[in-house]
């Protein structure tokens, strides 16, 4: 078994680079949407992931340590499937990676862009990350040419989703799946903590990462095609437009390096970490 207490340590052994370029990608593969599947059968499956759903390549060097930070309430349906799928699709890439899930207080009014901060926070204390990916749980990678790692400019990378007709819906989307150095997060002060509800958190970093003069990438579209799975809309909230208008008035004070909060549950699990705060 692995010792993970040893696993921050650098390895002993010199190993080389992972190649730039995995040889365990396969391109297109469908993702099986099977609601009906077992926890203890994806538990089973994936028994490689140790060290609480942390895991990297043991013939070569991952080229970027990428955390993947989940906003999470409630959808363990999802959440299930999402696992089942994305461990070995990462895996494929070579990548050294962990997933953290993160929850809000239940009297508290879902906040993306909050979770959002506290996921690179959180994360950032236990591992020196090249690279964070924000990522929905509903959505699919159907490509693994689709490479889950952090570019010199933030990327926006589920650019082509089925429920959108695989084309992007507006121009300026930054929502779903996008990826970011810790650097240019900082840079940015991050998401405003300010969008409870649904909607406007994505939007508003777009104009954030215009106020700072950054260059949006974008992953290809005919690589970054994503299945989304079904769920019910949820109420977008109604101060978003003006939250939006007002943003880049806030971005100093409003994001992560002043926010506080405080960590009601912390557990890891085989498969992921789960971080539940209030605020
Ligand atoms: C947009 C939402 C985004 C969301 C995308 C895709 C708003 C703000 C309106 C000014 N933006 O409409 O947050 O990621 O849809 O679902 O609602």
Redesign the pocket.
């Known amino acids: 078994p692995i010792n993970c207490s040893l696993w921050n340590s650098s390895n002993p052994v010199k190993i080389p680079l992972c190649p730039i370029i995995s040889p365990f990608l396969v391109g297109v593969k469908t993702p099986v949407v099977d609601l009906s599947i077992e926890w203890e059968d994806v538990f089973a499956k994936y028994d490689v992931v140790r060290c609480n759903g942390h895991l990297k390549p043991s013939s070569c060097q991952a080229r970027q340590k990428v955390a993947l930070i989940v906003p999470f309430r409630d959808r363990y349906g999802h959440l299930k499937v999402f696992l089942n799928h994305i461990h070995p699709f990462l895996m494929r890439q070579q990548l050294d990676y962990k997933i953290y899930l993160i929850d809000l207080d239940d009297d508290i009014l879902f906040n993306k862009g909050l979770l959002l901060n506290v996921g690179f926070l959180e994360s950032g204390k236990e591992y020196d990350y090249d690279c964070y990916i924000f990522h929905d749980v509903d959505l699919l990678p159907e490509n693994d040419h689709n490479l889950y790692r952090c570019s010199d400019q933030p990327r926006h990378m589920s650019v082509a989703v089925d429920k959108f007709n695989y084309k992007l819906?507006y121009v300026s989307?930054f929502?779903?799946v996008s990826a970011m150095t810790k650097d240019q997060i900082l840079f940015v002060n991050g998401f405003s903590n300010q969008f409870s509800g649904w909607?406007?958190?994505?939007?508003d970093m777009f104009n954030r990462l215009k106020f700072h003069n950054m260059t949006l990438m974008r992953s290809m579209d005919d690589v970054s095609t994503y299945k989304m799975l079904k769920h019910k809309q949820s109420h977008?909230n109604p101060k978003?437009?003006k939250l939006?208008k007002t943003g880049m008035e806030r971005v100093k004070q409003d994001g992560v390096k002043n926010l506080q909060y405080e960590i009601l549950k912390r557990n890891e699990f085989p498969l992921y970490t789960y971080i539940k705060i209030t605020i």
């Open positions: 819906p989307i929502g779903g909607g406007g958190e994505d939007d977008p978003r437009f939006i």
